[in-house]
């Protein structure tokens, strides 16, 4: 049982197109997240969503749209793809997002290909 | 603002000799601190965390991590590799009240017989 899972795995697509990534976790959990990993392996935090609610919203340009429709579904949907937008998105998702001590669950990742 | 520096973006290392990946962190208050591993095209895996209790932190795979505030370190030691533990490793620090999660550029670990 996969505990969190994104479709699809790869997505390759031509720059100006949109396309939607989906994330499930089937752990109960009330937060997700979704985190962006860029060719030099850096992970920086995107958005986070706690029973549905935009909690964190980092510096991410607004053809970045996230959408839950329930706490267990965190889609990303991307607007006008650009050439840097080509990375590794991972979602995440946690028990709760207040403190500091909760593991984040992540995952395998969705390889976005803008051409 | 809440930071972490890995010190190294390679290590390499023979199978049964003991791993040391380096990490030190900024934090305005008491962090927590995790490390997660990635193998090739995996997601992350949590290997241990800090919450300030123990300093010394065991986790997965024989893994562990000593919190050593005077220094501000959390280095990640395992006495004896295993091809195995080939991976990309991530120290994080956690923020306040929301759980953000800062990480560091990650270390390489390569493993050979």
């Known amino acids: 049982d996969t505990a969190v899972s994104q479709t699809p795995k790869y997505l390759v697509t031509q720059m100006g197109n949109d396309k939607s990534i989906k994330c499930e976790q089937n752990?109960?959990?009330?937060?997700m997240y979704w985190y962006k990993q860029d060719s030099k392996k850096f992970l920086k935090i995107m958005f986070s969503?706690?029973?549905?609610?935009?909690?964190i919203n980092e510096t991410v340009p607004n053809r970045f749209s996230p959408k839950s429709p329930d706490k267990a579904h965190l889609n990303l949907h991307i607007n006008s793809l650009e050439l840097g937008d080509s990375a590794v998105y991972f979602c995440?998702?946690?028990?709760?997002?207040?403190?500091?001590?909760?593991?984040?669950?992540f995952g395998p990742g969705t390889r976005l290909t803008v051409l | 603002a809440q930071s972490v520096t890995q010190l190294d973006s390679h290590v390499s290392v023979s199978e049964g000799t003991p791993v040391l990946l380096r990490c030190n962190y900024s934090?305005?208050?008491?962090?927590?601190l995790f490390w997660y591993v990635q193998h090739p095209n995996k997601g992350l895996q949590l290997l241990l965390k800090?919450?300030?209790?123990?300093?010394l932190v065991k986790g997965i795979n024989g893994f562990e991590a000593e919190f050593k505030k005077s220094e501000t370190s959390f280095h990640l030691t395992k006495p004896s590799a295993h091809m195995s533990d080939a991976a990309e490793y991530f120290c994080?620090?956690?923020?306040?009240?929301?759980?953000?999660?800062?990480f560091g550029t990650g270390t390489r670990l390569l493993v050979s017989p």
């Open positions: 995440a998702s946690s028990q709760d997002p207040a403190g500091s001590r909760n593991e984040q669950f």
């Open positions: 752990l109960g959990h009330d937060t």
């Open positions: 969503y706690n029973n549905k609610e935009l909690i």
């Open positions: 934090s305005s208050y008491s962090p927590s």
């Open positions: 800090y919450t300030s209790a123990a300093t």
């Open positions: 994080v620090v956690s923020s306040r009240g929301f759980q953000k999660l800062v």
